[in-house]
């Protein structure tokens, strides 16, 4: 019974680049939340996703972030044009249904690096 | 409104003491505050949660402890032992509006020595 899946781990980008940080949720959940922990800090709500739907994103940055969880694959955080400030641990969620999205699963999350 | 604001930074404790880490919060639309425990390179994993028509609800050594009228809510860890040594994390949720998301505390890095 695979938990939420995260990939890359590990990601380094140099400035200008772009960052691809991808999650699968566990089986049978369909939404799907990312949160952003800078060092030495809590972690931060970005933006709460559902099947080819966006339902909150209120915590994203307007320019630069986007997110996706398309009807078939995983769920898609993409920076573009990265900063050493968007350096951080980025933390995929996910919920089995409309009721308990109180109860969130966490992923492993993706360290990315900007140098 | 929407914080969380959780104390202390850092705590340590002598094997089997007990671990207390307190959060307070403004927002009274929040409904549900989950505890999160954190271990380096890993994801928080959910570990205790409570809802305010409760005071205080128990897992094991794990107690949470919650007082509306205050507004705050803390964790107990009993007879601490060196493997819960990690970062905790509360956290609170609320839901209409603000559904799915969950307002973290700014965590406490516990140290249990053996």
């Known amino acids: 019974n695979a938990g939420v899946m995260q990939n890359p781990r590990h990601l380094v980008r140099r400035r200008g680049q772009e960052a691809r940080l991808r999650c699968s949720p566990m089986?049978?959940?369909?939404?799907v939340y990312w949160y952003r922990q800078l060092p030495e800090e809590g972690l931060k709500f970005m933006v709460y996703?559902?099947?080819?739907?966006?339902?909150?994103e209120s915590g994203m940055p307007k320019e630069r972030f986007s997110a996706e969880f398309p009807k078939e694959g995983p769920s898609i955080l993409r920076i573009q044009q990265v900063v050493r400030g968007d350096s951080a641990a980025y933390f995929c969620?996910?919920?089995?249904?409309?009721?308990?999205?109180?109860?969130?699963?966490f992923g492993p999350g993706t360290r990315l690096t900007v140098l | 409104q929407q914080q969380v604001k959780q104390s202390p930074q850092s705590l340590i404790v002598q094997k089997g003491g007990i671990s207390i880490i307190n959060c307070a919060y403004e927002?009274?639309?929040?409904?549900?505050f989950p505890w999160y425990q954190q271990f380096p390179g890993k994801g928080p994993a959910l570990l205790i949660a409570?809802?305010?028509?409760?005071s205080e609800k128990k897992e094991g050594r794990f107690t949470i402890s919650f007082n509306k009228s205050a507004k705050q809510f803390s964790l107990h860890i009993m007879d601490s032992q060196p493997g819960d040594s990690a970062t905790y994390f509360c956290?609170?949720?609320?839901?209409?509006?603000?559904?799915?998301?969950?307002?973290f505390g700014q965590g406490t890095i516990l140290t249990v020595h053996p």
């Open positions: 969620a996910s919920s089995p249904s409309l009721a308990s999205t109180d109860t969130q699963y």
């Open positions: 089986k049978g959940h369909s939404h």
């Open positions: 996703l559902q099947k080819e739907n966006i339902i909150d």
């Open positions: 927002n009274t639309a929040f409904d549900y």
């Open positions: 409570i809802r305010p028509d409760v």
């Open positions: 956290a609170a949720f609320a839901g209409g509006t603000s559904y799915g998301k969950l307002t």
